[in-house]
């Protein structure tokens, strides 16, 4: 059983201080609870409410923590930072209860769910069992909203759970053989929604709702069909709707378009500190929208009272210089990614002449030998940084020297005879010829969010260049890029290296085979196995294709050491195939954080999973040394 071990200190504080906690009522209700418009405090908390008892400083009530995002879709970082997950992983990187009050797991199959009595939504309204029966009878398995069925995640060699809902507290799940990937999905910075707020989805779902409200739902949204208008209401992850229910510390007030996003502490919130004060401290969350290039320069001006995301290790000598000017300190936090920036080729590009030399390993091969990372390493990352291809870190206990080194050393003589060899020779400018005579030059493909990509292109330019390979690079936005790489329509692009660089062989290799369109070395594949082959093509590489077996051998095994097996095949398949080629792992990222601003790690790891970047730190917990009494 994985148990929350503050269950009885919970209950002990609840009998002997419990008339204390209305008098700890944050003061940014208080107005309402005195116009009876809102519960008491002790009314609103479950019986058995999260207790943060681990020794960090208890916080005071107020104040809005203001935050630099540089798009509208940035709403979800209140749902990756507010980090409420029915499990979730502490600062050990290990998993335990969060939203549950306890689950207990049976040879890694049966996972039984115990909620909290008495927690409720930010609404108001009960959190309950019937909140996971309705998305998993109404939703994941209605074939009108969820025609591929339900996640990938959820299936064990493509068998769905036996769901049981016990009583109104408790929900079984039951696989005949073991789910190891369940918790990790539940845990992740972007996870699984398992469960929705049925009291208020209803209304959309044809089976519940008022058929004709409904169809001018519909019309008045331009939705195709009831299922598409309930599935742009339910996106849990997405937070974009001022409407929805949460269980998030703080909930979103308003709606894009708007250039400020406001998130309010959430009044049924279901943790309380070591004194019973009900979390969060802090009672607003501003999401300022400005362009990326501007991050830094704003967060210098001090318009940013904690911010990491917008600024990269170029900017820290910069932002050094204004904590004095703008009373603030800079941190650097360690990341985890297997590489801070790393290069996809495209397996899956629609360009028939392309996609047989990408195919090639020779040609992977010949792009890492022809980088000189030492350089780069120097030149961006003042020599801090772990050169190298894209895989574990050294910290991880399935390092090893090989996985980092392969055809990871700056080699040009071999990149030219494997160039060579694949019979690309050089035009009468140096530049080699593709097999139907076009000139091998890359356009490799950017997000266009941030200096540091295009500093390390144009070193990767002179030595590619060396080589025969001219590289120009394109910066487009985010979505153009993926949606580009998803089409098939880019050759190489550049993004962030594996999110998690120090994985345990009981966390999930996902990342290592073709399991998701987002894997931007072969979207199309990831995509066929995501939507169970009714969209993107089959894999049709044999090492793919065995790193894909082994990935859903792993979501089967219910043993360590088979799963350590598992995980050093596709560690090693993956260093052999250079399917990513990564450049420098383990730099830093700069924080600036508001000398106001406590219980916020001086010492950290900035990661997206496992960690949720700010979220493994429970932000509920951040507070500051000047909080204001009552709402603006």
Do not use: C
């Amino acid at each position: 059983m994985i148990r929350n071990s503050s269950k009885a200190l919970v209950a002990a504080l609840l009998l002997v201080a419990g008339p204390a906690l209305a008098a700890d009522e944050a003061p940014y209700w208080q107005d309402m609870v005195n116009a009876g418009e809102l519960p008491p405090m002790a009314d609103r908390l479950p019986i058995e409410p999260f207790l943060v008892d681990d020794g960090r400083e208890i916080g005071v009530y107020g104040s809005d923590w203001n935050m630099l995002v540089n798009r509208s879709k940035d709403t979800r970082l209140l749902v990756v930072f507010g980090y409420a997950r029915l499990v979730g992983y502490n600062e050990a990187l290990e998993i335990e209860p969060d939203i549950l009050e306890d689950i207990e797991v049976e040879d890694g199959r049966i996972f039984t769910f115990h909620l909290r009595e008495g927690h409720r939504w930010s609404d108001g309204a009960p959190f309950t069992s019937e909140d996971f029966r309705y998305w998993w009878e109404d939703v994941a398995n209605n074939e009108e909203m969820a025609p591929a069925g339900p996640p990938n995640l959820l299936l064990v060699d493509g068998e769905p759970p036996v769901v049981e809902v016990i009583d109104e507290t408790t929900v079984r799940y039951t696989w005949s053989a073991p789910n190891p990937d369940f918790l990790p999905s539940l845990a992740s910075a972007s996870p699984i929604f398992i469960y929705q707020p049925s009291h208020f989805m209803k209304q959309f779902h044809i089976d519940y709702g008022d058929p004709e409200q409904i169809a001018r739902w519909v019309e008045e949204q331009d939705r195709p069909s009831w299922a598409s208008l309930h599935n742009a209401e339910d996106d849990m992850y997405k937070f974009d709707s001022a409407a929805l229910p949460t269980l998030q510390p703080w909930t979103i007030t308003n709606e894009a378009p708007a250039q400020r996003f406001i998130g309010e502490r959430n009044p049924y919130y279901y943790k309380v500190d070591a004194e019973g004060q009900q979390l969060p401290y802090i009672d607003r969350i501003i999401m300022n929208v400005v362009d990326s290039k501007l991050i830094p320069l704003k967060a210098w001006a001090g318009e940013a009272d904690l911010q990491a995301r917008g600024l990269s290790f170029s900017d820290y000598t910069f932002l050094k210089e204004g904590e004095q000017h703008s009373d603030y300190s800079v941190y650097l936090w360690r990341t985890a990614r297997g590489s801070q920036l790393a290069l996809y080729p495209n397996l899956n590009v629609s360009d028939p002449v392309w996609r047989e030399v990408l195919r090639d390993v020779r040609f992977r091969q010949a792009l890492s030998l022809a980088i000189n990372r030492y350089e780069i390493n120097q030149v961006i990352y003042y020599g801090l940084g772990i050169e190298g291809q894209n895989t574990v870190l050294p910290a991880s206990p399935l390092y090893e020297p090989e996985y980092r080194d392969a055809y990871a050393s700056f080699d040009l003589d071999e990149a030219n005879r494997l160039l060579d060899e694949m019979g690309l020779v050089r035009g009468s400018d140096g530049i080699r010829l593709l097999p139907d005579g076009r000139p091998l030059e890359i356009i490799v493909e950017t997000a266009g969010e941030d200096a540091e990509e295009t500093d390390i292109l144009e070193l990767i330019h002179d030595s590619w260049f060396d080589a025969g390979i001219k590289l120009f690079s394109k910066p487009l936005q985010r979505e153009v890029l993926r949606n580009r790489v998803f089409a098939g329509e880019t050759v190489v692009a550049i993004w962030f290296g594996s999110e998690n660089g120090l994985p345990t062989a009981d966390m999930s290799p996902y990342e290592y085979a073709p399991s998701t369109q987002q894997l931007l070395q072969w979207p199309r594949w990831g995509q066929y196995f995501e939507t169970g082959g009714i969209s993107g093509e089959p894999i049709d590489m044999d090492d793919p294709a065995r790193l894909m077996e082994l990935y859903l051998d792993w979501r089967t095994s219910g043993n360590q050491e088979e799963r350590l097996a598992i995980w050093e095949e596709m560690l090693t398949l993956h260093a052999e195939g250079v399917y990513t080629i990564g450049i420098v792992a383990g730099t830093l990222q700069p924080v600036v954080i508001s000398n106001r601003m406590h219980n916020v790690p001086e010492d950290g790891v900035f990661n997206w999973d496992p960690g949720a970047q700010f979220g493994v730190y429970q932000p509920e917990t951040f507070f500051f040394t000047d909080g204001y009494n009552g709402r603006p």
